[in-house]
Structures are given as structure tokens and as C-alpha cells.
């Protein structure tokens, strides 16, 4: 498979990046391709901004609208050849690892910033429903569609205060926006991420526990089971995209997305 | 009181740029002192790095750190100037606005790495609590208590599929990173965020009805009921910071993290 690994730590010499290492040289053992977005090694640069465009000034300087100034500008071709370079990639790839320290409980700035530019309209979304008129596809269909999508997190807190009742939030609802928010809604096949805890402090048998479980969730990310989110277009949403009443009855919150 | 107004919008002239507008005038206008953190006006940088730390460079290029680096250059005031004047206009507010279109479900790069990068160690988390051994003061205390944080954000999509068993996941949950992870936990006090729904096409009606809504909301900043987040040390979790079985008993996700 072609595989980018897209990275998100300031430090090549940290335990994200000798995980990193091992995990890259697992996907070659397996002899599957790999790219790179090392995104602090390229000096990404996080900020949508009007420079994103490519846009000649107008009769005066026009108000910036994001959302049609990314769609007129991917259709145009006048995206910033940095944003250009990472869909090429994209477009490569089979599948995504994205890996980052949780920091604040979400990506790193440089990360999410990846996911603002590079995600445009046109590319990542906003294409009609032909069988849904007003709907648009997503949450399981979409421009990113066959493409499978593994989140590796390092964190610092031990792995309980990260579970179902643990007071940092379950890490699988923490990183909602991220898993079903972004990744389901473009349409790729998420997997259930790999999670590094206690990472301040890992010891060195606890260190190779968790190269060997990234070696074989990387090496298997051809066939590992995806979460099992619920598809937008599939009947479990009524036409206000609210979950219908029989399903998961009474219950709210994150975890009604996914199908039993 | 002192109001810091914290604004993550490319485009002045935009929704987000007219309801700061209103709201900015409200809060003078029932006599509130208020200071600004434009992001993009001010050319914020997102991305944690080597700089922000002024450290000389050790013996050889020692490996960054970013948790002990930051924590040092805020005890030795080496933190990067425009950090240190983020932090000195949190020092003086009595409440924070943060305000912020939603992209991808979570914050503009800008606005994540203005948290990582003012943030720091020593400045907003990581005081040990003399009562806990082994504990730091988080979630409800911290060096933050006694301010008031309130977030606005718009966003594109209407108000069910935000909703509690909406498709886009419900709000309060999809924002939990950033009211619980980040503000309860440095013991800020977080009231319940002001949302402006449709927001890619909202009649002249509906816009007046969200610009009174926060006019109101952030002239009442000061005495708005906060959202009820259970204390980290108030003796809601065990010694693991799992909560406690008898209090919401057999239920897991975020929403166990509100006392009811």
C-alpha cells in the first residue's frame, strides 16, 4: 500500500519521533511505500489566510469568504503549491497515519492547521448527493472515500484518566472531532487509534511494548476493523441529521454514532 | 470587570468580525474594560518551537523538551516576548471571550496554538496540590481560578445536527477539549458557550436575534451560572481520577464529567 505518514512533533529526537522511526521501518519490512509530511521539518504553516488563495486583488480588497475563496481557488488551480503538494500526496496514498502528542487534548496547532488548509472545499468535501437532493456526502462517502486513516497519540496521562469514566475524557470521544468530525466526514475508513500513555515517563520495557503494538497496527492497516461510525446516507438519520428514535433510544452524547 | 477578547477570524468584515463588533460595544456600554488579542490582525504564530523558549543553545543542540522547556523559560522569564504579553493580559482580565468560527469541529489553528503556546508549565498547570500528594491542582483549581472563561463560536451547520443526537456530534461534547480540557482544567470557571448555528447563510432576522444573544450573554459574564464540571479533587474520582462508581453508575462518555 502507499502510505503517508503525516507527523506533528518539534523534536525528531522525542519518543514520537523513535516511534515514528520504528514504525516507517516496519511499512518498508512489509514492503509497503511510505511519503512523509514531517510537519515541523517542512516549516508548515498552520494559518488559512487570503496568501492561501492565490487570488488577484480585486477592484478593492474583497471581503474573504473561506469557504468559496478555497473552492474557486482548488478549482482554479491557484491553491498555494504548498497545500498543492500534500493533496498530491494524499491523492497517492491508501491509507494516512497522522501522529502527534495530545496536546490541550487535541492536535498540535501545526496539525490542525494541516487539516484547515489542505481540507478545501472541492477536495475534502461539499459534493452533492445525487440520491439525497440538499444533502452533500459525507460521514462514510466523500471525496476521501477508500482512503483508511490510523491517529497515533502519544499523551501524558496514564491510560484509566483517559478511559470511559476517566476524568481527561474518554480518549475515543476527546478525539471525536478528529476521528467522525474530519476523517468520517471526508470519508476515509478510520481505525481505532493507537494510543501511547504515560508518555513523560516511559519505561524502557513500556517503550517496547509500544513499538511493538505500532509495528503491527501499522504493518496490518490494510485490513484492520474500523470503527464502526454510523454512515450519514445510510437511513439512521432523519432529514434535521438527527439520530432516529429507535436507534440507541434515549440515549445522547458521542457514543450514539457509533453502530452497535 | 476586565474583559480579554480573544478573536480567531481572517476577515474583519465577516459574521465573527460583526457579532465581536456588538459585542465589544455592549460591554462598554455597561461599563466593562476590555482588552483584545486579534490573532490574525496581530500575525499570531501557532507553532510551539525552539524560539518561544529563548534558551541559548546548550554544549551541543540539546533535545527540546517542550513541557521542561517552557516551565524553565517562564520561571527564568525567558519566554518569547509576544507570549509573555499574551500571559500579562491574562494576568489582568477577570474574564476571557474567546471567539472562533468552528472548523473541522474544533478551534482555527491559530486560536489551538495560541493555548500551547501561552499556556505553559508554571504559568496555567502544573502546581501540586498540597492536600494530594502526587496530585496538581486541576479541573476546577489551578493558577487560572477565579476568571470566567466564554466561548462563541459560529458555525456552518444548523442547530439540530449539533444537537444531542446530532450527526455532527453535540456541541457541548465536540467543544469538550477546549471548555473542560483546557479551560476547567486550569480552574477557570467555563460558562455555558454562546453558539450562532446556519452561520454560512443567516437572514438579517436571525442575525439580530444572535447579536442580542450575546450582548446579553457577555454583559452577564459576570454572574452566569457556570457549567456544572465535577471538581478533579473534590472527591468525585478515585485514586486513579476514574470517577467513582456510585456516581453515575454504568454510564461512560463525557457527559459523566457534569455533576447534575
Not at 510537519?39 to 473561506?66: C, H, N, Q
Not at 492497516?221 to 438519520?237: A, S, W
Request: charged letters at 25%; hydrophobic letters at 40%.
Amino acid at each position: 500500500m502507499n502510505v503517508l505518514w503525516v507527523f506533528a512533533h518539534p523534536e525528531r529526537r522525542s519518543l514520537n519521533g523513535s516511534l515514528r522511526d520504528e514504525g516507517v521501518r516496519a511499512l518498508a519490512d512489509a514492503g509497503h511505500d511510505c511519503r512523509h509530511s514531517d510537519l515541523y521539518a517542512m516549516g508548515w504553516k498552520p494559518t488559512v489566510d487570503r496568501d492561501d488563495f492565490g487570488e488577484r486583488p480585486g477592484p478593492s480588497d474583497d471581503r474573504l469568504i473561506v469557504t468559496s475563496a478555497s473552492r474557486r481557488a482548488h478549482r482554479d488551480g491557484t491553491l498555494s503549491p504548498d497545500i498543492r503538494a500534500e493533496q498530491e500526496k494524499l491523492d497517492w496514498a491508501d491509507a494516512v497515519v497522522l501522529q502527534f502528542p495530545l496536546w490541550w487534548y487535541g492536535m498540535p496547532a501545526i496539525l490542525k492547521g494541516w487539516f484547515d488548509r489542505v481540507f478545501v472545499k472541492g477536495y475534502a468535501y461539499g459534493v452533492t448527493d445525487p440520491g439525497h437532493p440538499g444533502r452533500t456526502l459525507r460521514y462514510g462517502q466523500g471525496l476521501l472515500a477508500g482512503k483508511r486513516a490510523l491517529v497515533v497519540v502519544t499523551a501524558g496521562s496514564p491510560e484509566p484518566a483517559l478511559g470511559p469514566r476517566g476524568i481527561n475524557g474518554w480518549l475515543d470521544h476527546v478525539l471525536f472531532p478528529l476521528l467522525h468530525g474530519t476523517l468520517w466526514y471526508t470519508g476515509m475508513t478510520v481505525l481505532p487509534p493507537v494510543a501511547v500513555y504515560g508518555a513523560d515517563r516511559l519505561p524502557p520495557r513500556e517503550y517496547e511494548e509500544a513499538a511493538a503494538l505500532l509495528r503491527e497496527r501499522v504493518t496490518s492497516i490494510g485490513d484492520t476493523e474500523p470503527l464502526p461510525f454510523r454512515f450519514q446516507n445510510g437511513g439512521d438519520y432523519d432529514d434535521d441529521l438527527v439520530l432516529r428514535p429507535d436507534l440507541a433510544p434515549g440515549a445522547t452524547g458521542l457514543g450514539v454514532h457509533y453502530a452497535p
